[in-house]
């Protein structure tokens, strides 16, 4: 089984969603992503499969064991904070912190709509 498929998986598990309906959510035909257990995906499939879990396409592909490792970061911007550029790693443990303790009293915040 490729990491990429192994991945899909642990995520709709996670989820509470099956791969069928992770299809339909994001319009791929049905049964697609099964086929991933041995060949490749294109990368615009990836991405979209990333979007939806609002992970990295490098976790999905098993090139990193984070699931929110990428480039890009969270800006001030997506806080509705208008200071520019990049939120400074020392700040992001908290805003991990007071995440992680919403979902904790929020369960239902996970689900998508």
């Given at each position: 089984m490729s990491a990429l498929y192994g991945n899909i998986k642990r995520l709709?598990?996670?989820?509470?969603?099956?791969?069928?309906?992770?299809?339909?959510?994001?319009?791929?035909?049905?049964?697609?992503?099964?086929?991933?257990?041995?060949?490749?995906?294109?990368?615009?499939?990836?991405?979209?499969?990333?979007?939806?879990?609002?992970?990295?396409?490098?976790?999905?592909?098993?090139?990193?064991?984070?699931p929110t490792d990428n480039d890009s970061g969270i800006s001030w911007l997506d806080l509705d904070m208008p200071y520019g550029g990049k939120i400074p790693d020392d700040l992001k443990g908290m805003y991990r912190a007071l995440a992680e303790q919403y979902v904790k009293d929020h369960p239902d915040s996970l689900k998508k709509d």
């Open positions: 709709a598990d996670a989820h509470k969603i099956s791969l069928a309906e992770l299809e339909r959510n994001l319009k791929f035909s049905n049964g697609i992503i099964s086929t991933w257990k041995k060949g490749n995906p294109s990368i615009d499939k990836v991405e979209k499969v990333a979007n939806y879990f609002d992970v990295s396409t490098d976790y999905l592909l098993g090139r990193s064991s984070n």
